[in-house]
């Protein structure tokens, strides 16, 4: 097939779109792994809720957009800090009991998810319809929202990481919990919010990503997927990394896909990751 | 102290009586019929509008006779979760450890490895399966299919609505697994017959199932401008997430979805005004028969929300065997699937069956209905075309 111009250009667009994409799903999950060292399984199952939270609070209850955004935020942070509570705090350090733990827990709520929200697929209508025509490349404006809503949980994090006293303890714990305690960082605290911001941003994520896709109990898995890869590929706990995994996954996939076909370019991605963790064990980003 | 004595051995009197009693449950036999099918996991809709067709059957039924013994059907549910290694373990023990002799089972991926024991232990399948010849023919005696199969539709379709439309090219975007490969062969070998009057098929591209995102793949199908996007048999949220980034992609062709049982409003909802033009063979706009109605309104009811589009083929199948059942007055899978293959029916929900697929099969275990076709509009399907479904 000949290969026009555009046609690449389009792919890079939409690449770059789709990578942010998967980079808003995976924060949480990254941020959770940085501080707790928790393999969270359960992610994509709060991603899966929080995507849920928004159809019934827009569609079903007729909430306005910042009113659901606030519900969300305060119930996946309080799940994030009864989850923490109850079940990661007396297991921390555990990191086999930890996964069987976060698997049970993924387990359960999809399990629930399948008998509360029904088997039809859900879906919440779009508030920005239409596309943005640049240069002939057609960029969908809800994706460039969510793209946006991504570029700005980012620089919060990163923000709220590196520039805080909360962040500079989480680092703190991160590099050694017992010298940390010793020079008067409340772990547990600091632990409980880290895991209640892991959880917020995996459902803000399901809230943006909601009138991109069709909902469904299930959705939760091809996401945990996806997250696991890009953070494992930019380096477990790494912001940056997780970032540019991200990007490098969605081009691949696009571009590939206009120069190879859909079919290798779903290959390509985990041949170029393969070759990725070959050469750099750690991660792009990730420390050895 | 006596009257507590004496409320004690009414009551005592009262459990024996009704434990030994012949009751109505006691009488009969359970005549076991297997849902072999997902009831979790993204395929779930389709596995209960199976287990729900048969549950439906089975009250319809009430007690039937066989060889001078009462029976009742009794739907047992396994789980395949739309795996085949599950699906092998479902009916190793629907077969082994509950003696289930009949079922349906859905899928054609999962297929494969169970044909072997279908074929020793002569389990008369219902096969909810598109694709596959790998499934109807002589080797199989005893598997029915009983949805319009891909070849079918593609035979009874393509060369329709290319003509219908003016359509000269033609593109696929199907799942990347055995549906999708049959199916895109199905298709190219109808479009060959067109070649003549200029219509050529352009593209094809696959993706992966549970995918969300097929920007990339419509890319290169778009390139190549194409009149008719053969969607194959995406499932509703897959094919309204296909229109929906087919159109912000600047395509503005028709659809053609052919295995899978669409929701209009689901696809309204997703895909909005993109939804438009998917035409969506084996989707009814008009109900044909009073029974289509009454099923819809009565799982409505019963389940509170819209049946899935598999409910009405296995409740129509159930309905048939238990009628041949009692003709033969057996329940030797063999004996019963000779008479079956031979018989017609005319209660189906979609109208007159009857099993056909000889030529192409080797034997006639392939539905033959009325096949529909419906073309969404403003979130409603209107009516586009009903074919016989005659198949060679």
Request: glycine residues 10%; hydrophobic residues 50%; aromatic residues 8%.
């Amino acid at each position: 097939m000949e290969v026009y111009p555009h046609l690449l250009a389009q792919g890079l667009a939409i690449g770059v779109l789709t990578g942010i994409l998967y980079v808003l799903v995976a924060l949480g999950l990254t941020l959770i792994y940085g501080i707790l060292h928790i393999v969270n399984f359960a992610h994509g199952e709060i991603y899966m809720l929080g995507a849920m939270g928004a159809f019934y609070c827009l569609v079903v209850f007729k909430l306005p957009f910042a009113a659901t955004l606030a519900v969300i935020l305060v119930a996946s942070l309080l799940l994030g800090l009864v989850v923490e509570r109850l079940v990661f705090r007396s297991l921390r350090g555990q990191w086999l009991q930890l996964v069987v733990a976060s698997v049970g827990i993924s387990l359960i709520i999809q399990s629930l998810g399948w008998i509360a929200f029904g088997i039809q697929e859900k879906n919440v209508p779009s508030f920005f319809t239409g596309v943005v025509s640049v240069l002939g490349v057609r960029l969908p404006k809800e994706r460039l929202l969510a793209a946006a809503v991504g570029v700005v949980l980012v620089a919060l994090l990163y923000v709220l990481v590196y520039r805080t006293k909360t962040g500079l303890a989480m680092r703190a714990i991160e590099e050694d919990e017992e010298t940390a305690r010793m020079l008067g960082v409340d772990a547990d605290r600091v632990a409980a919010l880290a895991c209640a911001v892991g959880f917020v941003l995996a459902a803000l994520a399901g809230a943006f990503v909601a009138p991109i896709y069709s909902l469904n109990p299930g959705m939760g898995l091809e996401a945990i997927l996806m997250s696991f890869l890009i953070i494992i590929v930019g380096g477990l706990g790494s912001i940056t990394g997780t970032v540019l995994a991200g990007l490098l996954v969605g081009v691949l996939q696009s571009v590939g896909a206009v120069l190879l076909g859909a079919e290798i370019a779903y290959g390509l991605v985990f041949v170029v990751m393969i070759v990725v963790l070959i050469v750099r064990p750690a991660g792009l980003l990730g420390r050895a | 102290m006596r009257r507590s004595m004496l409320a004690f051995s009414v009551l005592l009197t009262l459990t024996v009586g009704l434990a030994a009693a012949p009751t109505g449950a006691h009488a009969q036999k359970p005549f076991k019929i297997g849902a072999i099918v997902p009831v979790s996991g993204p395929a779930a809709a389709f596995g209960l509008g199976v287990q729900r067709g048969l549950e439906l059957a089975a009250e319809d039924v009430g007690v039937f006779t066989v060889a001078g013994e009462k029976y009742k059907v009794d739907v047992v549910t396994y789980d395949t979760v739309y795996a085949p290694d599950k699906t092998v373990a479902a009916i190793n023990r629907a077969v082994y450890n509950d003696g289930v002799k009949y079922g349906v089972i859905i899928g054609a991926g999962v297929h494969p490895p169970i044909l072997p024991i279908i074929r020793e232990t002569g389990f008369l399948d219902f096969a909810f399966a598109a694709a596959g010849r790998q499934i109807t023919n002589p080797e199989n005696p005893t598997a029915f299919r009983i949805m319009a199969s891909s070849d079918q539709l593609y035979q009874t379709y393509t060369v329709e609505i290319a003509q219908k439309l003016g359509a000269k090219r033609i593109a696929f975007l199907g799942p990347n697994d055995e549906l999708g490969k049959n199916d895109a062969k199905a298709i190219k070998t109808e479009v060959d017959k067109m070649k003549a009057k200029g219509v050529s098929f352009v593209a094809e591209e696959y993706y992966e199932r549970g995918a969300r995102d097929f920007g990339p793949a419509l890319l290169r199908l778009i390139a190549q401008k194409p009149d008719i996007i053969d969607t194959d048999g995406s499932p509703t949220g897959s094919i309204a997430l296909i229109a929906k980034q087919a159109r912000e992609l600047g395509y503005n062709g028709h659809f053609v979805n052919s295995t899978a049982v669409l929701e209009a409003k689901a696809i309204s909802d997703i895909a909005g005004k993109a939804g438009d033009n998917i035409i969506a063979l084996r989707i009814w706009a008009n109900p044909p028969t009073k029974l289509y109605t009454e099923l819809a309104e009565r799982h409505q009811k019963k389940w509170g929300e819209a049946a899935p589009g598999t409910l009405w083929e296995t409740y129509g199948a159930a309905r048939w065997l238990i009628d041949t059942i009692v003709k033969v007055s057996t329940f030797d899978t063999k004996k019963v699937a000779d008479a079956l293959g031979n018989s017609s029916y005319a209660s189906h929900p979609f109208g007159p069956a009857s099993w056909g697929g000889e030529k192409a099969y080797g034997i006639k275990r392939q539905i033959v209905i009325p096949i529909p076709a419906a073309i969404l509009k403003n979130g409603k399907w209107e009516p586009f075309d009903v074919r016989s479904g005659k198949f060679e």
